[in-house]
């Protein structure tokens, strides 16, 4: 079972930047999709972004044009760049691991944006 360890958030203010990292236990970039998703207070999880094995990105539109969503195979990395953040950035973020059904879930990072 591949393990995922998220880092680097914090607290920002408004118009701020944070690079999350999201560090996988052993090489899956190959077969697994790469994602990143949010949770807020009374919110239910939602897609931030992904990158699928073949390298290609999706983003949500709220933060399309801020967020990039990157990838290091040599170490089993992967980040989210943030810039331009928003207080409704404020959430947990957690990184994702999905080959067919199954799903892996890191243990999340907070991230608050402060007005």
């Known amino acids: 079972q591949v393990q995922l360890v998220e880092s680097g958030g914090g607290l920002v203010q408004a118009g701020g930047s944070l690079r999350l990292s999201c560090a996988a236990s052993r090489n899956i970039f190959s077969i697994y999709t790469m994602g990143w998703y949010r949770q807020a207070p009374g919110n239910e999880r939602e897609l931030v972004a992904h990158?699928?094995?073949?390298?290609?990105?999706n983003y949500a539109d709220s933060v399309k044009g801020r967020f990039t969503i990157s990838r290091d195979n040599a170490k089993n990395t992967v980040y989210l760049e943030m810039n331009s953040l928003k207080p409704e950035d404020t959430a947990v973020y957690y990184c994702?691991?999905?080959?067919?059904?199954?799903?892996?879930w890191g243990q999340g990072t907070q991230v608050t944006v402060s007005s």
């Open positions: 994702s691991a999905q080959y067919k059904n199954s799903r892996v």
């Open positions: 990158i699928t094995s073949g390298g290609t990105t």
